[in-house]
């Protein structure tokens, strides 16, 4: 199979998992839907994919450290994240978005090196952490997510 056909199943496989989680997010009433989810899971993965390959057959093969790009993307999501942390009227909202949007980039990295059964059970412990204990579990009085 062409080596281009196999990233861009990768890219598919990050789109729908950080959609699944997306539509959690959307059903619990949060600005962070599928669409934004299964972007940031989706460049995540597209970012990983460039950082091992992008580079190779290239003169700056030799010197090139696939990891500045990845810890990169951990740095820039976690900006994105921080942005949707809101404290007002003595309540704190956006925590639990804020860190769906971090570990859905880390899922996309996931996917990116090849741990693809890695990534869906770790958005289906994501699910179970988001929809069940959600349910189960009341927020802390005056305080929201």
């Given at each position: ?26 059903a ?80 996309g ?11 869906i ?25």
């Amino acid at each position: 199979m062409n080596q281009e056909l196999i990233y861009i199943a990768q890219i598919a496989l990050a789109l729908l998992l950080g959609g699944v989680v997306g539509f959690e997010r959307r059903a619990d009433k949060k600005e962070a839907g599928p669409r934004t989810l299964g972007l940031v899971t989706m460049g995540s993965t597209l970012f990983t994919l460039i950082s091992l390959y992008g580079f190779s057959g290239h003169e700056l093969q030799s010197g090139v450290d696939v990891s500045r790009i990845m810890s990169q993307i951990v740095v820039g999501v976690g900006f994105l994240g921080a942005g949707m942390i809101v404290f007002r009227d003595d309540k704190i909202r956006g925590l639990t978005t804020s860190a769906s949007v971090w570990l859905c980039a880390a899922i996309g990295m996931a996917v990116g090196v090849g741990w693809y059964w890695t990534a869906i059970v770790s958005t289906a412990l994501v699910m179970i952490v988001l929809y069940l204990l959600g349910h189960l579990i009341p927020p802390v009085q005056g305080k929201e997510d």
